[in-house]
């Protein structure tokens, strides 16, 4: 086997472990705006290029936001994953449909559970908002990838107020990795008024206080989508 022979820390890197350690350290606060790539160069005397190419791994990684003309920031704890991160880490596994519901049903479910045990009448409200916005949609002019963002809203509201910071951010990484196995599906003729019609039971299911029909209507919706994609 031929390796590289490896090569010592790079002012890029140099620069990005100071910066964490300012972030993890507290002494950088969530949301605090950073100096910009020409301030920063000039703090640690290098070019912008290897500013900027600190700045954006650390941006891969989830600990800042760049926003393009804006500057970047710390990122906060609810900051939602980079897909790039995601797309990175799981590359090998994005052909896996199977695996990938396996991860689906396990997480999902157990977000929408912890939602539910945490439902009051104003998520429920917005919940039945959210799902009226997908339900009312007209099938055959909308694109499957229009409509996996109405589905996407719906989810993320949902792992944003289940009460559980850990479930939030698997639910953000689940949403990424199900992109393209679920753009496939929502292809298929009459998946998407099949997706509507789980998506009501679902709801509707909550809008009971039904938790053990809630289960059982999520095990239905993995199990038809599943098998809407073989």
């Not at 199977?98 to 045990?117: G, H, N, P, Q, T």
């Not at 409509?147 to 792992?159: A, E």
């Not at 698997?170 to 196995?181: C, G, V, Y």
């Not at 239905?220 to 989508?225: G, K, Q, T, V």
């Amino acid at each position: 086997m031929e390796v590289n022979a490896l090569k010592k820390s790079t002012l890029s890197e140099q620069i990005m472990e100071q910066i964490a350690s300012k972030i993890v350290s507290g002494e950088l606060s969530a949301g605090e705006k950073l100096p910009t790539e020409r301030d920063f160069a000039a703090m640690f005397n290098v070019t912008r290029n290897r500013v900027r190419e600190a700045l954006r791994a650390l941006s891969l990684i989830g600990m800042i936001v760049i926003k393009p003309g804006g500057g970047s920031f710390v990122a906060n704890s609810d900051s939602s994953i980079p897909s790039e991160t995601v797309s990175w880490m799981y590359h090998k596994e994005l052909e896996n449909v199977d695996d990938i519901y396996d991860a689906r049903k396990l997480i999902e479910s157990e977000v929408y559970l912890s939602f539910f045990d945490n439902l009051d009448n104003n998520k429920l409200d917005e919940c039945k908002n959210l799902f009226s916005k997908i339900s009312s949609v007209k099938v055959r002019k909308i694109s499957a990838e229009e409509f996996l963002q109405l589905l996407t809203d719906m989810d993320l509201y949902i792992g944003s107020n289940c009460g559980n910071g850990v479930y939030t951010k698997l639910m953000q990484t689940i949403i990424l990795l199900r992109k393209d196995s679920a753009i496939k599906i929502l292809n298929v003729p009459g998946s998407m008024k099949s997706a509507i019609k789980s998506r009501e039971k679902i709801v509707q299911a909550m809008e009971n206080g039904d938790r053990e029909e809630l289960v059982i209507r999520l095990e239905e919706f993995y199990r038809d989508s599943l098998e809407n994609l073989h």
